[in-house]
């Protein structure tokens, strides 16, 4: 048993060390103004290995500081130096001791896990990464978290280009998050779900309706989407949609039209209904059919945003062929599984 928690206080050295990478990593990805998708794959990449890659997981790691900090040196000392010199310095000066410290205890620390307990490691990594990631997450206070994509930007090419998605999500979809945190900051909806927000919503408070509005609507439209969508939906979802429109093809005519008369800026939606009747219908602005007194009603499972933004870069003013594209992308998966959670 002695043997047992010596691995385990190795394991939980191993961690915080983790910890303080994924954070410095974090706040690297947030000063150069990069997306964390960077982050989450390194985590998401922690979390697949096993002991024995990990150790070569944490050398890679340790050698793309080194090259990180010397590329930020030259940057911050050449002949281009920016006003970001002084970031860039400390942050090479933090890589740079990280990685010695790094290398050296996490090669005696995880080479003498690995004798005592070789099985150890993968879940109780994982679960501490987590925990730690939600709790940082709360000490900074921040109400709401631009999510993170399940895919690459340029993953739905060539319906919807690499470029609209990485300005979408990383500039409009931010902007929308971090607007509605500073919309609720110091008020009751402060610690408040965006669903309790959203569903209780003062339609008056233009601030909390449109940045709720875009931070939800967002989120759920990268979801409905995957490099392996398209195609039908089966099942009960289909059932719902034949029962309210009589064929899948009927239902598609039915949410082009929604998506391409709502006039100006706005979403198309596929809702489902307490009872499991499904209704399409479309919103203005950042509106959604989970507010008050909008014209459609239950809850979305299929949101298609209509505003310029979503589509210009690659189709200008054709609106109808972005709607045609958007049907390739469909991830009928992820849109059954919520109609099964709501209906
Ligand atoms: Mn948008």
Not at 196 to 214: E, F, K, P, Q, Y
Request: some cysteine.
């Amino acid at each position: 048993m002695a043997t047992n928690k010596k691995a385990d206080e190795q394991l939980t050295g191993f961690v915080k060390i983790l910890e303080q990478i994924v954070y410095s990593a974090a706040e690297l990805s947030v000063l150069v103004e990069s997306d964390s998708t960077a982050v989450e794959s390194a985590v998401a990449s922690v979390m697949s290995l096993s002991m024995d890659s990990m150790i070569s997981f944490t050398f890679s790691l340790t050698n793309s500081s080194f090259a990180a900090c010397s590329a930020a040196r030259s940057f911050s000392l050449g002949p281009h130096a920016l006003p970001i010199k002084e970031i860039t310095t400390r942050l090479s000066n933090s890589f740079f001791i990280s990685s010695l410290r790094l290398s050296r205890f996490v090669y005696k620390s995880l080479n003498e896990v690995k004798r005592i307990q070789p099985t150890a490691g993968r879940n109780i990594v994982k679960e501490s990464v987590l925990n730690s990631l939600k709790n940082n997450h709360k000490n900074q206070d921040m109400a709401f978290e631009l999510p993170s994509l399940d895919y690459a930007y340029d993953a739905l090419e060539p319906h919807i280009d690499a470029r609209t998605m990485e300005i979408h999500h990383s500039k409009h979809h931010a902007g929308y998050t971090s607007k509605l945190n500073d919309a609720i900051a110091g008020t009751d909806l402060d610690g408040k779900s965006i669903e309790d927000i959203l569903t209780n919503l003062d339609m008056s408070n233009g601030a909390v309706r449109n940045n709720g509005g875009g931070f939800w609507n967002h989120s759920l439209f990268w979801k409905v989407m995957s490099s392996n969508g398209g195609g039908a939906p089966s099942g009960e979802l289909a059932d719902a949609i034949n029962a309210a429109y009589g064929s899948f093809d009927a239902f598609k005519t039915a949410f082009s039209n929604a998506a391409a008369t709502q006039f100006g800026s706005g979403w198309a939606w596929l809702c489902v209904h307490a009872g499991g009747k499904v209704e399409v219908c479309s919103t203005p602005n950042q509106d959604n059919p989970l507010m008050p007194s909008v014209s459609c009603g239950g809850t979305p499972i299929l949101g298609l945003d209509v505003w310029e933004h979503a589509y210009y870069l690659n189709y200008q003013n054709r609106r109808p062929d972005y709607i045609s594209a958007f049907f390739n992308v469909i991830n009928w998966d992820e849109v059954s599984a919520r109609y099964a959670a709501n209906k």
